[in-house]
């Protein structure tokens, strides 16, 4: 089980927060304006990386926060 | 046989214990293979397979053979059990059986922070966890050794002293749990460890692995008789229980380690045979020892071994007898814990030895493949010294013991002496041969995961302690490779055996999963509810009166709602307050229709849609104040769109000032359901006027009832009726029911369950989101276009003109009514056409997801989501259900009360 470092709270265990996939993949400013496949990569197209990537977490049983983090996919180490 | 002294068992306390229903005696600090032993018993139950004799093999976790059933707990080595007074023990042939009789014993969970953990407590995880200690720093070391039976009176833990360890740490932070197994090593230096009738959960900063080496058996013809023992095993049993286990020996060896044996059984008086697989063995045997260069090559006896053939390179082949054979076939380091850490190994030419951490942990002595005491004690020092630091309580290098250097003469490793592989056994407890593995290999498999899986060679409960290494010898041979370029099969957790009582914990009955019920859950429970759970809520399904079946009581709760007037608890909705200057423009973006102009005082049902166009909740909102809505969700779904909220707060819309509180728990909710509806809250709420000029649908009204309870009463229906909601502070919950239920009394007020709920919503064709819809249903396929805003952008909206979502012949929600009326169709059930074929493939057409009997109706009916299915009015389609089939016709979703007559009384 992971330890996660919440920025708020500091170190807590895995099962305190929630996993919340790619992060900077911000709500298109104007949904109507793009075209299906614009909006169908912000829908459904995530990246997959083997290595670092920037992902978001929530810390749900704790303060309830959301964050930012850059985790190893491939050793679960986070490096910020 | 017991020997006449010696031993580290405590002769003044005998213990009498039945094994098989015959009644023997042993010592306190035996263990149930030792007494065995000493009773003259080495013979265990047959094979799982082949039913041939077998013996106590080892003298640890690595027993491939002596299964036992202790009590009710089935499938334990007899060399890990501790004897204990009255022990009653049936040895078993490879499986057990669970008992079915629940576990009467109370198992906890413990969990815990240190700065260092020590695995291991022989010679380097003691010198480890000692040198660790001295700076100050918290240090847990986890002791193999005995694990106890149940026994509700044990420590939990033991402080102080352990053997090799000084009083001088007595006022250190070491924590010693004895009897103890680590068994789990997991992310971030998460480490669980069966001690006792405890779970500990530990999380370390630093881990030193001292979890020494197993010793291997060599493969050779008839390598399972009873009497066979590995080398390692026979010199604990003479030193450790002073049991000799034959008194007429061949030793046969790889490598230096079984000297040790061979020492110990001149000294306790055995005759000895050492076969040395090296051409030129050390000079290491006592006087007198005659010591073969060769190898065992088959054995001989047949409840136990009488002889052992020996092939030699020099002279002839000699056959020895015998009644004991022990074997060496040298040492692999206990790398499962490392592994499972996702540590990686290499293989040495010997063995797999641990080679790069991936975590914060150190591997020392044995388990690293330093076999040399002296260096091995310097490599746990240096470990600790280096961990102390790390967690900033430094030490300094301890003194060393005094410890004899040696010389070693090098291994000559041994996976398979020549015979007939039919009688091989690469895994004693899995039956497994050399004929098996090479009938794997010849199959087309490579990889020892394959072959694994095949053969089932390594996942008996011993966890391939033994058959690993033998195996990918063999495999090796046959492929003409190395096990080094094989690699090993992955090691998972538990490393050992671990039972579901001491993983549950107190985590059982009632236990298992928090249980939520309502202020008026007493009520419900005195007045004869059946109860159904909705995610943890305890609801109340229906109210049957004596004699009444389910069918019988829904039917007649619905009448009462529709002719009469019901009540039903309905506290479980889920409540968010959403507060702030911007929470209408939030719940704007938030709903598939808007919120933001919403007249305070008023309610409007909302629906919302995940970002892909799809149905994720529904509810109704009520505008308390200019700056604070009154949310309300599906009973499953509140958690997840107080999550929903919070996520699209923080990360989309930080601008947006808007706050979100759960207030699920701090309201009741009570329905007040049907014609009659308007007398009864006249009646409780006397200063309200509830005229429906005054006080129209979806409107709410704040007041006091006639007891004094502040009140929030809402003109909502999800029924078609007319109805209210009566909100007060959870605190009156039951209050407010009681007097509703008083007051209704002279109308025949009847409370009614969740059941009677699904069947009046049904009537009118209101979905119920996660049973109507499932996460592929957007707003439109409901037939509610109605609630989709074209004003303005709420998540969702963009999704519903992709092609496939607006595409028009979608699965869309309508009814159905079976054509014989008293034919009920099976939620879930599939539709397909008329004319479709009767064996596959047969085009699906949809499904039921809701049926029911409906009293106002007096017939069956349905919602089901068919494909088209509002451009398929009137036709007829089938239900085949094996047996029988049931047809049924397309219909508009909605069954009563068209018009939407009745919601105004």
Redesign the interface.
């Known amino acids: 089980m992971l330890l996660i470092s919440c920025p708020w709270c500091g170190e807590r265990e895995e099962t305190e927060f929630h996993y919340g996939g790619q992060a900077f993949v911000s709500y298109p400013a104007d949904p109507e304006s793009l075209t299906d496949e614009e909006w169908a990569q912000y829908v459904f197209f995530r990246d997959n990386p083997k290595g670092d990537f920037a992902e978001r977490w929530v810390h749900s049983a704790g303060c309830r926060r959301w964050f930012n983090t850059v985790r190893n996919t491939v050793t679960s180490e986070f490096l910020s | 046989m017991r020997l006449a002294q010696g031993g580290e068992i405590d002769r003044t306390r005998p213990l009498t214990f039945t094994l098989d229903g015959v009644e023997y005696t042993g010592f306190d600090g035996d263990t149930l293979a030792s007494a065995m032993l000493a009773n003259g018993i080495v013979q265990v139950a047959p094979s799982l397979y082949r039913q041939r004799p077998r013996g106590i093999f080892s003298a640890g976790v690595e027993e491939p053979n002596a299964l036992v059933q202790v009590g009710a707990e089935p499938s334990l080595q007899a060399t890990t059990v501790r004897l204990r007074a009255g022990l009653v023990a049936r040895t078993l042939s490879g499986v057990g059986r669970l008992t079915p009789e629940p576990e009467q014993h109370r198992y906890d969970k413990r969990f815990t922070h240190t700065d260092i953990l020590v695995i291991g407590a022989g010679p380097s995880g003691r010198m480890a966890a000692r040198t660790a200690a001295a700076g100050g720093a918290r240090v847990i070391l986890v002791g193999a050794g005995l694990p106890e039976l149940s026994d509700p009176s044990g420590n939990v833990e033991s402080r102080g002293p352990l053997g090799g360890i000084g009083d001088e740490l007595a006022a250190t932070q070491l924590r010693v749990l004895t009897g103890a197994t680590a068994f789990g090593y ?3 230096n ?1 480490v669980l460890v069966a001690h006792k009738q405890t779970l500990w959960h530990i ?1 370390a900063r630093r881990v030193i692995l001292a979890t020494g080496a197993h010793e291997q058996p060599i493969v050779f013809e008839n390598n399972d008789r009873p009497g066979i023992m590995l080398a390692g095993a026979v010199r604990k049993y003479i030193t450790q229980y002073a049991v000799l286990p034959g008194r007429n020996a061949v030793v046969c060896t790889t490598n230096d380690s079984a000297y040790a044996t061979v020492a110990a059984l001149v000294q306790a008086g055995a005759r000895v045979t050492v076969v040395d697989s090296r051409p030129i063995p050390p000079d290491l045997a006592p006087k007198g020892v005659e010591v073969i260069s060769g190898l065992v090559t088959n054995t001989e006896g047949r409840h136990r071994i009488t002889a052992a053939a020996v092939t030699t390179g020099s002279t002839q082949d000699r056959r020895i007898e015998c009644d004991l054979l022990a074997v060496s076939g040298g040492w692999q380091p206990a790398v499962h814990l490392f592994s499972q850490s ?1 540590g990686s190994v290499r293989w040495n030419g010997q063995a797999f030895v641990p080679d790069a951490s ?1 975590q914060a942990n150190r591997v020392v002595g044995a388990a690293n493949g330093t076999f040399d005491t002296r260096a091995a004690l310097i490599e746990a020092a240096e470990a600790a010294v280096e961990a102390a630091a790390a967690v900033g309580y430094p030490v300094a290098m301890p003194p060393l013991p005094a410890v004899q250097e040696r010389e070693i003469t090098p291994d000559n490793p041994v996976w398979l002496v020549p015979g007939d592989p039919a009688n091989q056994f690469v895994d004693l407890q899995r039956d497994a041969t050399v004929a098996d593995v090479r009938r794997a290999v010849g199959a087309g498999m490579r990889s020892p995961e394959h072959v694994k899986r095949y053969t089932t060679i390594g996942t008996g409960a011993d966890q391939g302690r033994t058959s690993n290494i033998p195996a990918l010898g063999v495999i090796a041979e046959a492929l003409g490779t190395t096990p080094g370029e094989l690699g090993t099969t992955t090691f998972r957790a538990p490393s050992v055996p671990v039972s579901f009582a001491l993983m549950a914990g107190r985590d059982r009955g009632k236990l298992h999963d928090p249980i939520r019920t309502t202020p008026i859950h007493s009520w419900h429970v005195t007045n004869g509810a059946e109860f159904e759970n909705v995610g943890q809520w305890k609801r109340p399904w229906f109210y049957p009166k004596p004699g009444e079946d389910m069918e019988t009581a829904v039917l007649r709760e619905c009448r009462a709602a529709r002719t009469g007037v019901g009540m039903q608890d309905a506290s479980t909705l889920g409540k968010i307050e959403v507060v702030g200057p911007d929470a209408g423009e939030f719940l704007n973006r938030m709903y598939t229709n808007a919120f933001k102009k919403l007249a305070v005082g008023s309610a409007r049902y909302g629906m919302m849609c995940k ?2 166009g799809m149905v994720f909740d529904d509810g109704v909102t009520m505008r308390l104040a200019d700056d604070r809505y009154y949310v309300t969700t599906t009973t499953g779904g509140a958690a997840n769109v107080l ?1 929903w909220f ?3 707060s ?3 819309w930080p601008e947006l000032a808007v706050t979100f509180t759960s207030v699920t728990e701090q309201w009741s909710t009570i329905a007040v359901v049907g014609p009659r509806s308007r007398a009864v809250i006249g009646l409780v709420a006397p200063d309200l006027d509830v005229s429906n000029e005054a006080f129209p649908f979806m409107t709410f009204r704040e007041t006091t009832l006639h007891n004094g309870i502040p009140a929030r009463i809402a003109r909502i229906s999800f029924s078609g009726e007319l109805a209210y909601e009566v909100n007060v502070s959870g605190w009156y919950g039951l209050a407010a029911w009681e007097a509703i239920h008083e007051e209704g009394r002279p109308y025949g007020i009847t409370p009614y369950g969740t059941e009677t709920m699904h069947v009046l919503r049904a009537e009118k064709g209101f979905p119920i989101v996660g049973q109507d819809t499932d996460g592929t249903v957007t707003p439109h396929d409901l037939g509610m276009s109605w609630i989709v805003s074209q004003r303005k ?1 709420f ?1 969702g ?3 519903l ?3 496939d979502t607006a595409r028009p012949d979608r699965k869309h929600l309508v009814g159905l009514l079976p054509v014989d009326p008293g034919q009920l169709l099976p939620e879930g059930a599939q539709m397909v056409a008329l004319d479709a074929p009767t064996t596959p493939p047969v085009p699906m057409e949809g499904h039921v997801t809701s049926s029911y009997r409906s009293a106002a109706l007096e017939r069956t009916f349905a919602l089901a989501l068919i494909r088209n299915g509002r451009n398929r009015i009137g036709e007829t389609l089938r239900a085949p259900l094996g047996d029988r089939v049931i047809e049924a016709i397309v219909t508009e979703p909605v069954f009563y009360d068209k018009e939407g007559a009745r919601r105004d009384g």
Request: negative net charge.
């Open positions: 997991y992310d971030s998460y999380r996702r991936a970002a892909d999550d919070e996520e699209w923080q990360t989309e952008d998540v909206k963009r999704s003109r992709r092609p």
